[in-house]
């Protein structure tokens, strides 16, 4: 006789292991603790084999009786239900976001955790919402296309583009991994909406810079933001590493500014070679700031560092255009003028912490290049100098 919702509820546990059949192979496991446990009695390949479809009251009588159709059908396909059951498991385990984060976590050791938070942040919002929960060896191009399009109809286009190519890697760890058979990413080649690229601008004519160092030298706005302004022309670093700069980070005795791998874009350390006119401005700053954390403070509170916007705000106070000049147009700035002086481009590399991520002995040795470092900052630091020399003789001529 067929259970009833009736029946199940007064259902009391017993000191051995009760049965209550409903039909078509389908009971009711009572244990002695109480638990209760749908299973489904079949035979497949001309063996009797059981399958568990949940607990009872979690999985009520008629969604059991709907899985057990289920599993019907699937006998009918000449398949196992047991066996397709932990298939499916197998491929949630391998599901795109799982398969993601278990890359991201390989990372780790290579990214900074800026660029390790935007790559979550991008996936979180814009990927797994959409693919996340589909065995990634299952996803098509077709599903791809619709999730980037929803972002270009957005307006984010640039976005798109960097999803696509997050996916791209994602799914060829994947493939060497066993878990995927390609990369659908593949597939969606030129069919984006191309992303207009934007470079920051900057001042790469000798007497055009030397003129905006006469500028900074004279910015009326305080004197930290001033300092800051003339340490990344002369060090030519990223913004975010002169305004997080930590006096305890300064090796006063060898000249080098040594920056922590967890502050550089790709989490490698850094030497800087400071030169006497950089360290001239760390002079300047220590009776500032000398007893404090950061060497560039914020305006509000010393324990913190310079704003975000100041360094930009203050350029922009002074006059000098977006198309003209940002702060990290001071890489740029460095990086032309000094090929054009003739120096060894691997060394401006390095010096910029562009080692190619290929080059072992360029990750681990973080010294490489640097006598010849050392020459090209002082020579920077003078060359300098002459701009200024220059600017300030066109001026009053």
């Given at each position: 006789m067929p259970l009833t919702d009736t029946t199940l509820r007064a259902i009391k546990p017993s000191e051995k292991q009760q049965k209550f059949f409903d039909g078509h192979g389908l009971f009711l496991a009572v244990s002695p603790s109480g638990t209760k446990s749908w299973r489904l009695k079949y035979h497949h390949a001309g063996k009797e084999k059981l399958l568990t479809l949940g607990q009872y009251p979690v999985v009520s009588l008629k969604e059991a009786r709907e899985r057990t159709m289920e599993a019907k059908k699937t006998l009918s396909a000449g398949k196992d239900p047991s066996i397709e059951k932990k298939l499916n498991?197998?491929?949630?385990?391998?599901?795109?976001?799982?398969?993601?984060?278990?890359?991201?976590?390989?990372?780790?050791?290579v990214w900074s955790q800026h660029y390790k938070r935007e790559v979550r942040r991008?996936?979180?919002?814009?990927?797994?919402?959409?693919?996340?929960?589909?065995p990634i060896a299952d996803i098509s191009a077709l599903e791809l296309l619709d999730m980037l399009r929803k972002m270009e109809t957005q307006g984010f286009i640039a976005m798109a583009h960097v999803v696509r190519g997050l996916c791209s890697t994602i799914f060829r760890y994947a493939l060497a991994s066993g878990r995927a058979e390609r990369d659908p990413t593949v597939d969606l080649r030129g069919v984006l909406t191309p992303r207009v690229k934007k470079h920051f601008?900057?001042?790469?004519?000798?007497?055009?810079?030397?003129?905006?160092?006469?500028?900074?030298?004279?910015?009326?706005?305080?004197?930290?933001?001033?300092?800051?302004?003339?340490?990344?022309?002369?060090t030519f670093c990223r913004t975010v590493e002169v305004r997080k700069a930590e006096w305890a980070e300064f090796d006063f005795k060898d000249n080098l500014w040594r920056i922590p791998g967890e502050k550089m874009k790709?989490?490698?350390?850094?030497?800087?070679?400071?030169?006497?006119?950089?360290?001239?401005?760390?002079?300047?700053?220590r009776p500032h700031t000398g007893d404090t954390r950061y060497v560039f403070t914020s305006r509000w509170t010393d324990q913190k560092p310079l704003g975000t916007e100041s360094i930009l705000g203050a350029l922009r106070k002074m006059g000098v255009s977006p198309e003209d000049m940002t702060p990290h147009g001071f890489r740029t700035t460095a990086s032309t003028l000094l090929n054009e002086q003739g120096y060894q481009p691997d060394v401006i590399e390095r010096q910029l912490a562009h080692a190619p991520l290929q080059n072992v002995r360029a990750i681990y040795n973080r010294a490489e290049y640097l006598p010849e470092r050392r020459k090209m900052m002082d020579y920077w630091a003078n060359y300098l100098d002459l701009l200024r020399e220059r600017a300030l003789l066109a001026a009053v001529s």
């Open positions: 498991k197998l491929q949630q385990k391998n599901s795109f976001e799982l398969v993601a984060r278990e890359w991201m976590e390989k990372q780790s050791h991008y996936l979180e919002k814009r990927a797994f919402p959409f693919i996340g929960s589909r601008t900057a001042i790469t004519d000798p007497d055009k810079f030397g003129a905006l160092l006469l500028q900074i030298d004279n910015y009326h706005g305080t004197l930290v933001v001033r300092c800051a302004m003339q340490f990344l022309a002369l790709m989490s490698r350390d850094h030497l800087v070679p400071l030169s006497p006119q950089a360290l001239a401005i760390l002079e300047t700053m």
